[in-house]
């Protein structure tokens, strides 16, 4: 029905840089919001980086000033620049999405999680 195409993630020393993204695509009325959230091994998922359909960008207060989350409205996709990157970065990314199936009906979906690995 909905699929998120993920990519991006990989091995990166501290300092360095990577960039996400994700693409979504299926029966797709809108998007409402779409983002990342991240989930370290033994600790749980939060939120990371996530945009509205207005436009209103929420960032967690660890990557301020060095995460960029952005979007191209025509391809579905939003990408999330990640620079300066810190050991503490290193974690699964989700990408997420919430979409409007009809005019009232949202629904929430997950991608398959790319794995970020800062290294010193």
């Known amino acids: 029905q909905v699929q998120l195409v993920e990519s991006g993630g990989g091995l990166v020393q501290a300092g360095g840089s990577l960039r996400l993204s994700c693409a979504a695509s299926?029966?797709?009325?809108?998007?409402?919001?779409m983002g990342w959230y991240r989930q370290a091994p033994g600790k749980q998922r939060y939120l990371v980086a996530t945009?509205?359909?207005?436009?209103?960008?929420n960032y967690a207060e660890s990557v301020k000033g060095r995460f960029t989350l952005s979007r191209d409205n025509a391809k579905a996709t939003v990408y999330l620049q990640m620079n300066s990157l810190k050991l503490e970065d290193t974690a699964v990314y989700y990408c997420?999405?919430?979409?409007?199936?009809?005019?009232?009906?949202?629904?929430?979906?997950w991608g398959q999680g790319a794995q970020v690995t800062v290294d010193s």
């Open positions: 997420w999405v919430v979409v409007r199936t009809t005019d009232a009906i949202r629904s929430e979906h």
């Open positions: 299926g029966s797709i009325f809108g998007i409402r919001a």
């Open positions: 945009i509205t359909s207005e436009g209103y960008i």
